[in-house]
């Protein structure tokens, strides 16, 4: 089951994937990783999905990543009286916390929270941003709002806050109740959604405690200023670029979503691009020429990975969806100017003795025709900071625990593998050589480089930098000393 391409594909589980033989054919025409959208569905359902996930997994022998992506709050203003109402450009209109139902005039708001961010200046943005008001005065009960983009407007339609953060967090009691039943079920990845501040992700970390690893949702302005420390504290970061579109000018979307890879690379930290990608699909059995070009970039940008969000869930096409987005990946990358593209946006190494080793396997692979670069990990260390080098070559990725081999199947360039436990250096290049072999990434008479933790089982160790050449690795029973670089 090799992918013959560096970057993932998501594709979220729904309605439209629910039964073993979808699930199936869209792993096998490129799903790496599985979403499960908290939002929707029970858990009842997300557990049939899990269970049919991991017996393709036993029965494939890959590794497959699951993500169990958090609801987060949800923002909604109250009901109307006669039904939906016309608000007009330049009137003034009142949200408040009054349950009464609401007219052209007024409408409750039942979030305390907002009105104690709320300042003169601030921008309301209802129903995804068809309706904008922006206030004008406030207190702590309501405020008074001048309508700036006017629309209709129903009940309980989406708020959301332009210009404040708010003092809630980003994990609501379901969301809590929905953490506790993903790590039950053994979810390789959580996200996080609504992230405004690196406490939001510091809390999600108490809460996981290690049980997975955890993504922040990058949705909300005011994430741009408290980038780079939110980066630092989350194991990958998810750009959501419709809700992002929502909250900024949409010309800006695409300068923040370059700014966020930028900042997820050079701090070796898998990032997926997810939300509208070939939202057209959800109706069509093809995408716009627009949507192919937009998929492209973000590979072109280095994304580890891209997301399909209805259109594998809910959308008419899902298994074409999927075999679209892995034809744009292949295309792009076998673009001589993808890895011109890639090796110019390369950042600098840390002064560590892993970035060093790391660094020597990209340079390597440039000079030599390497087949495979071969990681061991205990921690999936390894392997992270080699795929942060963005190697020509792929990379293998060994290690001897089930969760950290799944959890990197969403890694730019790793093809993750479980192995045996290694004690010493006698047994790696057979290893390395054989797997490389049966997974059809080598052979006989290739040359593979190999990398791993020392001392064996130690995490977040890399002091071993090997060659393996031709016969000496790759022949049954024939094993060469090499000196460690």
Not at 304 to 333: H, K, N, T, W, Y
Not at 445 to 471: C, E, K
């Amino acid at each position: 089951m090799r992918r013959h391409r560096k970057a993932k594909i998501v594709a979220t589980l729904g309605p439209a994937s629910s039964d073993e033989q979808m699930i199936r054919a869209l792993f096998e025409a490129g799903a790496d990783v599985f979403r499960f959208n908290f939002s929707h569905g029970t858990h009842e359902d997300h557990q049939a999905r899990y269970d049919i996930v991991r017996r393709i997994e036993q029965q494939t022998g890959r590794p497959i990543a699951v993500l169990a992506d958090l609801q987060g709050p949800k923002l909604r203003i109250g009901t109307f009286a006669d039904g939906p109402v016309k608000l007009v450009a330049g009137a003034t209109f009142r949200p408040d916390l009054d349950d009464k139902p609401g007219d052209q005039n007024r409408v409750g708001m039942p979030h305390p929270e907002i009105f104690q961010a709320l300042k003169p200046g601030v921008e309301l943005l209802l129903d995804d941003g068809k309706v904008r008001l922006v206030v004008e005065t406030c207190a702590p009960t309501h405020a008074v709002t001048r309508v700036v983009v006017p629309g209709a407007l129903s009940n309980r339609k989406g708020v959301s806050v332009v210009g404040a953060v708010l003092p809630l967090s980003a994990l609501t009691e379901k969301d809590r109740r929905d953490l506790d039943f993903a790590l039950n079920m053994g979810a390789d990845w959580v996200a996080l959604s609504f992230v405004q501040r690196p406490e939001d992700v510091k809390e999600m970390r108490e809460l996981v405690a290690g049980r997975a690893n955890v993504m922040a949702k990058l949705e909300k302005p005011s994430v741009v200023d408290c980038l780079a420390e939110i980066v630092e504290l989350s194991d990958g970061i998810m750009v959501a670029r419709g809700d992002l579109g929502v909250e900024m000018p949409p010309e800006t979307v695409p300068v923040i979503q370059r700014r966020i890879l930028r900042a997820c690379r050079k701090a070796g930290k898998p990032v997926i691009v997810a939300t509208q990608m070939l939202e057209s699909m959800i109706v069509t059995p093809t995408p716009t020429r627009a949507e192919a070009s937009d998929v492209a970039t973000a590979i072109y940008d280095g994304s580890d990975a891209v997301m399909l969000s209805a259109e594998s869930a809910s959308g008419q096409f899902p298994l074409e969806a999927v075999r679209f987005m892995d034809r744009i990946i292949a295309e792009v990358e076998q673009d001589p100017h993808y890895r011109q593209t890639i090796d110019a946006a390369h950042p600098d190494a840390e002064p560590t003795l892993s970035d060093a080793i790391c660094c020597a396997l990209r340079r390597a692979g440039s000079l030599l025709k390497i087949a495979v670069a071969v990681t061991y990990t205990s921690s999936g260390h390894t392997s992270l900071r080699a795929a942060r080098e963005r190697p020509a070559s792929p990379i293998l990725s060994l290690s001897p625990s089930r969760t950290v081999a799944r959890r990197m199947s969403l890694v730019w360039g790793v093809h993750s593998i479980i192995t045996h436990e290694l004690h010493d250096l006698a047994d790696v290049a057979a290893n390395a050589g054989r797997i490389a072999l049966d997974e059809g990434f080598a052979q006989k008479g290739d040359v593979i480089a190999i990398t791993a933790g020392m001392p064996f089982g130690v995490a977040g160790r890399n002091r071993l930098l090997s060659d393996d050449l031709g016969d000496a690795a790759l022949a049954d029973g024939e094993r060469e000393e090499h000196k460690d670089v």
